[in-house]
């Protein structure tokens, strides 16, 4: 069955005040199910410092290209974020669970070294398996089958949206 398009939402509103002598972590864990938009909301990052404001580097943890947001310069000095919001399609391409390690990194100019300080967003983005229910199956024909030891299964045949024919048993008896 061909995955679909992007079909769930979710927004993540990040926001951080400026460091000011060391780096600072905000840790965030989201789940998501199937093909999945996230849109990061930037607008809560201070961008509008005293020392002065970098940028926002995102690595989006799939392997896609970094995104780099710099900041909108009004007489010499930052102002806000050139972008208020990104927004990135999260592909569930397996039905077990992934892991995507993503950072959002707000970077600042120091006022006491030359060293950069940065306020990191540690995102980790889980997927959950894929509901069966959601992908358009029809039910066409149950049966009671007995196992070996006496337990008594239904045997189900299904047909999916793209007339694709499934048998299967249902055991809820989990693999080790």
């Known amino acids: 069955m061909a995955l679909s398009t992007s079909k769930n939402t979710i927004t993540l509103a990040?926001?951080?005040y400026q460091p000011t002598v060391d780096d600072i972590t905000f840790d965030t864990t989201i789940a998501i199910q199937g093909n999945t938009d996230i849109i990061f909301d930037l607008r809560n990052i201070d961008a509008t410092t005293f020392f002065g404001f970098q940028?926002?580097?995102?690595?989006?943890?799939?392997?896609?290209?970094l995104q780099y947001i710099a900041p909108s310069i009004i007489n010499g000095k930052a102002y806000s974020l050139s972008q208020s919001s990104v927004r990135h399609?999260?592909?569930?391409t397996v039905t077990g669970q992934v892991t995507?390690?993503?950072k959002?990194?707000?970077?600042?100019?120091?006022?006491?070294t030359t060293k950069t300080l940065s306020a990191t967003h540690n995102i980790t983005i889980k997927t959950?398996?894929?509901?069966?229910?959601e992908?358009?199956?029809?039910?066409?024909?149950?049966?009671?089958?007995?196992?070996?030891d006496g337990e008594a299964l239904p045997y189900l045949?299904?047909?999916?949206?793209?007339?694709?024919?499934?048998?299967?048993?249902?055991?809820d008896t989990q693999i080790q």
Request: hydrophobic share 35%; glycine share 4%; aromatic share 16%.
């Open 100 to 102: 995507y390690n993503s």
């Open 14 to 16: 990040l926001s951080n």
């Open 55 to 65: 940028n926002v580097i995102i690595d989006f943890g799939d392997g896609s290209e």
């Open 104 to 112: 959002v990194y707000a970077n600042y100019f120091s006022q006491a």
């Open 128 to 133: 959950v398996p894929v509901n069966l229910l």
């Open 89 to 92: 399609t999260y592909y569930q």
């Open 157 to 171: 045949t299904l047909e999916s949206d793209e007339n694709i024919v499934y048998t299967t048993i249902y055991n």
């Open 135 to 148: 992908r358009n199956f029809e039910l066409l024909g149950a049966q009671l089958i007995t196992s070996s």
